[in-house]
């Protein structure tokens, strides 16, 4: 009998501590959700960069806060004499934290003077204006020359460009 006892209290146990373990896991639920977003950020007046999403999920109440656009971005950048960048990928997440940005799945970034780079996965420092990847990218300007290979670095403006290993071919020079 009291085998029966100590044995029935065990299990009843077992199924608390489950419940305890379920009520102490935390969901993870965005705090906020955007349908159709178009934000514009301004700053001294002037409009620095729009950003255009379908979706945008919000979770600034967890430890590390981030944003993610799951159906994808598309942001125009705005330099001081109001030339454009824009910057188009199938899925994005901000970290508020790092301010880093990582743009997944078929990013595109195209200037205003018809450069363009192509590649699967780019991050953006926000702070520091610069672009950085370690997948495979192709590079293309407007005289139809190209640079691609594994792993490449740059500035918004495309004016410092550090690639690891490339080939391609290049049209002319700028003196």
């Known amino acids: 009998m009291v085998t029966i006892f100590i044995v029935t209290m065990f299990?009843?146990?077992?199924?608390?501590i489950q419940k305890v373990k379920q009520l102490s896991e935390t969901s993870f639920i965005p705090s906020g959700e955007a349908d159709s977003l178009n934000l514009k950020y301004t700053d001294s007046g002037?409009?620095?960069?729009?950003?255009?999403?379908?979706?945008?999920l919000d979770y600034s109440s967890i430890d590390n806060p981030f944003t993610e656009f799951p159906k994808g971005i598309k942001v125009t950048l705005f330099d001081n004499k109001g030339l454009t960048t824009t910057i188009v990928s199938n899925y994005a997440i901000s970290y508020k934290r790092t301010n880093i940005i990582d743009l997944q799945g078929d990013v595109t970034i195209t200037s205003h003077d018809g450069k363009k780079l192509e590649t699967t996965q780019l991050y953006f420092d926000q702070k520091?204006?610069?672009?950085?990847?370690?997948?495979?990218?192709?590079y293309s300007d407007e005289s139809g020359g190209y640079l691609e290979g594994p792993g490449v670095d740059f500035s918004k403006d495309?004016?410092?460009?550090?690639m690891q290993k490339s080939s391609g071919l290049v049209n002319s020079f700028e003196k």
Not at 11 to 16: A, Q, V
Not at 46 to 56: A, D, E, G, Y
């Open 11 to 16: 299990f009843s146990c077992e199924s608390d």
């Open 46 to 56: 002037k409009i620095k960069s729009i950003l255009v999403s379908p979706k945008m």
């Open 128 to 138: 520091n204006e610069w672009f950085f990847t370690e997948k495979h990218f192709k």
């Open 158 to 162: 495309f004016k410092i460009f550090n």
